[in-house]
Nanobody, 115 residues
Framework: QVQLVESGGGSVQAGGSLRLSCAASGIIFSISDMDWYRQAPGKQREWVAQITSDTSTHYADSVKGRFTISRDNAKNTVYLQMDSLKAEDTAVYYC?????????WGKGTLVTVSS
């Protein structure tokens, strides 16, 4: 079955960096587009970034220039490098995989940015 496991969250001061990882299993990772989403306290889940199977990348305006999504097909892992973090980046971060019309989500990893 599909399994997505995020890691790398933690607490950091504003201006700092974190790198999130999402290890995938049960999918053909190399041909899969992968997304990162986040959900801040009291807010709806929002899309953050996507990397396609051909390594094209796309970002939400709120993180463009600060976050970098990448992938390692040999490790079935997608990464989110987060730099110049702001207090408003505080959220639970999720990776997502879509198979046809079904979305699969990990359990998330919490990122807390203190100002």
């Amino acid at each position: 079955q599909v399994q997505l496991v995020e890691s790398g969250g933690g607490s950091v001061q504003a201006g700092g960096s974190l790198r999130l990882s999402c290890a995938a299993s049960g999918i053909i990772f190399s041909i899969s587009d992968m997304d990162w989403y986040r959900q801040a306290p009291g807010k709806q889940r929002e899309w953050v970034a996507q990397i396609t199977s051909d390594t094209s990348t796309h970002y939400a305006d709120s993180v463009k220039g600060r976050f970098t999504i990448s992938r390692d097909n040999a490790k079935n892992t997608v990464y989110l490098q987060m730099d110049s973090l702001k207090a408003e980046d505080t959220a639970v971060y999720y990776c997502k995989y879509r198979r046809v019309i079904v979305d699969y989500w990990g359990k998330g990893t919490l990122v807390t940015v203190s100002s």
